[in-house]
Nanobody, 114 residues
Framework: QVQLVESGGGLVQPGGSLTLSCAASGRISGFYTMGWYRQAPGKQRELVATISRFGTTNYADSVKGRFTISRDNAKITVTLQMNTLLPEDTAVYYC????????WGQGTQVTVSS
């Protein structure tokens, strides 16, 4: 089994920054694509960013230039650096691992508000 544990969510003012971290454990290695998704109230869960084992990244258009995904294959962690946050970024953010049919973390709340 694979367990993904997110941390780093919280309340931040517009224009501020947060860094989310996801620690993977269990039957997991650094071979798999990992990423972040988010779900705002009343909306479908959407892709934020993914990163392959080689460091190839993919971002949603809405976060390009503001968010950066990275990974540490030795520690099997993935982070999401979120800058210039907007109220529209408010959502529950979920860590994802592409092993098998996919694994999800429990989610961490990010709220961007004055």
């Amino acid at each position: 089994q694979v367990q993904l544990v997110e941390s780093g969510g919280g309340l931040v003012q517009p224009g501020g920054s947060l860094t989310l971290s996801c620690a993977a454990s269990g039957r997991i290695s650094g071979f798999y694509t990992m990423g972040w998704y988010r779900q705002a109230p009343g909306k479908q869960r959407e892709l934020v960013a993914t990163i392959s084992r080689f460091g190839t990244t993919n971002y949603a258009d809405s976060v390009k230039g503001r968010f950066t995904i990275s990974r540490d294959n030795a520690k099997i962690t993935v982070t999401l650096q979120m800058n210039t946050l907007l109220p529209e970024d408010t959502a529950v953010y979920y860590c994802w691992c592409g092993r098998d049919s996919g694994y999800w973390g429990q989610g961490t709340q990010v709220t961007v508000s004055s």
